[in-house]
């Protein structure tokens, strides 16, 4: 079937050792290992890409190159590729790893009960099976189990759009075992790939019965 999903890796990535994005970064731990956000993001989104081409399903990373581009334009770019797709078969995916305190995985919609919402619900699914001694952080106050928040990424996209925050890069035992392991990144990306294999079957089987 005809579906696109749209990969959004955050942040810049590293040029000529230069990091392109101030202040997405890991503490510096005492094993000498620090992670680059923007490093992180692209390597789960290749990963993804690389699965969802396996399966036949059209994608594209819609910030292929490594300099960190504005939010605007990371919107632009994907409101103009979902315009040659059916609106209700493209989906875009933002990848992130987050910071601030905490542990375990959240998973962002935009505000009120859309499409987004039953990909949060898989994306969720395919995590706990994936990682299940690991937290889904959530926010049940609307019965579903993505956070809501005003994301501009989610609000300005035209297609269903969600945004993963993969653990926490300052918190130690999840940076350096999970989100700087070999490992630990296919676990994520395969949590991501599910998700949207899911959703795609699901968005498949209601079009074959309508
Ligand atoms: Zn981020």
């Known amino acids: 079937m005809k579906a696109l999903i749209l990969l959004d890796p955050g942040h810049g990535g590293i040029i000529n050792n230069v990091y392109q994005t101030a202040g997405k970064r890991s503490p510096l731990w005492s094993n000498g290992q620090q992670l680059f ?5 692209r390597a789960i989104t290749q990963g993804i890409s ?15 190159e490594l300099e960190d581009i504005s ?3 990371r ?34 919609t935009s505000r009120g009960q859309t499409e987004s919402d039953i990909v949060a619900d898989h994306l969720a699914h395919a995590f706990s099976q994936i990682f299940p001694n690991k937290p889904l952080r959530s926010d049940y106050r609307d019965g579903d189990s993505d956070k809501e928040r005003g994301f501009y990424m989610l609000r300005k996209t035209t297609m269903a759009a969600v945004l993963t925050e993969n653990f926490f890069m300052d918190n130690e035992i999840e940076c350096c075992l999970i989100l700087m392991s070999p490992k ?9 790939v599910q998700g949207i294999l899911a959703w795609v079957e699901q968005r498949f089987r209601v079009e074959s019965s309508e």
Do not use: M, W
Not at 58 to 64: A, E, T
Not at 184 to 192: A, L, P, S
């Open 184 to 192: 630990g990144r296919q676990k994520i990306i395969d949590y991501h």
């Open 37 to 41: 956000e923007g490093e992180f993001n």
């Open 75 to 108: 919107v632009d770019r994907a409101n103009f590729l979902a315009q040659q797709y059916p609106h209700h078969r493209c989906l875009l995916i933002s990848v992130h790893a987050n910071a601030g305190g905490g542990k375990g995985v959240e998973i962002f």
């Open 50 to 64: 690389q699965a969802l081409t396996l399966y036949g399903i059209d994608n594209k990373i819609i910030v292929p």
């Open 71 to 73: 939010l605007r334009s």
